[in-house]
């Protein structure tokens, strides 16, 4: 495991200071310079991002970026409508596919959620004005975002009543903490830590 520094920052080969998670791997340093924490409000790359964040549970999220277009091609491009007419035999597809985390509760879990998915958009309108409902007040956060108030932060008051009503609603693999990982990379909260440089890159966009 990656030894965090004392203020969770690293300086890259560039030259740029970031959050030390990427480390210096490129396909890392890439999604973090240029995804996580950044507004995501589109619906299909919401859902996206739900069914990876489950699929990522007891994982390393490196796992899973690395996989990324297995998984985009294995489920139809996270297209919700296409995938909630998935059936028993795509499971057992899927389960044969060396490409993508064969677990079948996670499996079945993306088919029903998109199921949900249109379900809820039937109702709602629209996934994504669903999700940021729940994106939080800045002054519901903290005043600095160092590495020691990221650590203490698994999870919310906001992902935990994101996580209950989509639960409420049938969607499976959204606990909390996992909530909580959603809201940091699809942007609806900004948790570069102070001296990123992408914490300043956001909130200036």
Same mark, same amino acid.
């Given at each position: 495991?990656?030894? +965090?520094?004392?203020?969770?920052? !690293?300086?890259?080969?560039? =030259?740029?200071?970031?959050?030390?998670?990427?480390?210096?791997? @490129?396909?890392?340093?890439?999604?973090?310079?240029?995804?996580? =924490?950044?507004? +995501?409000?589109?619906?299909?790359?919401?859902?996206?991002?739900?069914?990876?964040?489950?699929? %990522?549970?007891?994982?390393?999220?490196?796992? #899973?970026?690395?996989?990324?277009?297995?998984?985009?091609? $294995?489920?139809?491009?996270?297209?919700?409508?296409?995938?909630?007419?998935?059936? %028993? $035999?795509? +499971?057992?597809?899927?389960?044969?596919?060396? =490409? #993508?985390?064969?677990?079948?509760?996670? #499996?079945?879990?993306?088919?029903?959620?998109?199921?949900?998915?249109?379900?809820? #958009?039937?109702?709602?309108?629209?996934?994504?004005?669903?999700?940021?409902?729940?994106?939080?007040?800045?002054?519901?956060?903290?005043?600095?975002?160092?590495?020691?108030?990221?650590?203490?932060? @698994?999870?919310?008051?906001?992902?935990? *009543?994101?996580?209950?009503? !989509?639960?409420?609603?049938?969607?499976?693999? +959204?606990?909390?903490?996992?909530?909580? *990982? !959603?809201?940091?990379? *699809?942007?609806?909260?900004?948790?570069?830590?102070?001296?990123?440089?992408?914490?300043?890159?956001?909130?200036?966009?």
């Amino acid at each position: 495991m990656r030894a +965090v520094p004392p203020d969770g920052l !690293l300086t890259g080969e560039d =030259g740029r200071v970031r959050c030390w998670w990427p480390g210096n791997d @490129p396909e890392y340093l890439r999604y973090h310079d240029e995804e996580w =924490g950044r507004p +995501v409000r589109d619906d299909v790359r919401l859902f996206e991002k739900i069914c990876l964040e489950g699929f %990522q549970a007891g994982l390393s999220w490196i796992t #899973i970026l690395r996989r990324r277009d297995h998984f985009r091609a $294995a489920f139809a491009g996270f297209d919700f409508e296409k995938m909630a007419s998935y059936t %028993q $035999a795509d +499971v057992e597809r899927l389960l044969q596919n060396p =490409g #993508i985390i064969r677990h079948r509760g996670k #499996i079945e879990a993306a088919i029903s959620n998109a199921q949900k998915t249109c379900d809820l #958009i039937a109702g709602e309108g629209s996934l994504a004005d669903f999700i940021w409902r729940y994106a939080p007040a800045e002054t519901a956060r903290p005043a600095r975002m160092n590495y020691e108030t990221l650590r203490t932060m @698994p999870q919310t008051p906001a992902s935990q *009543a994101l996580s209950k009503d !989509l639960k409420k609603r049938g969607f499976r693999f +959204v606990g909390p903490t996992t909530m909580y *990982a !959603l809201m940091q990379a *699809a942007g609806l909260v900004n948790d570069h830590l102070e001296g990123c440089w992408c914490r300043d890159n956001i909130l200036k966009s």
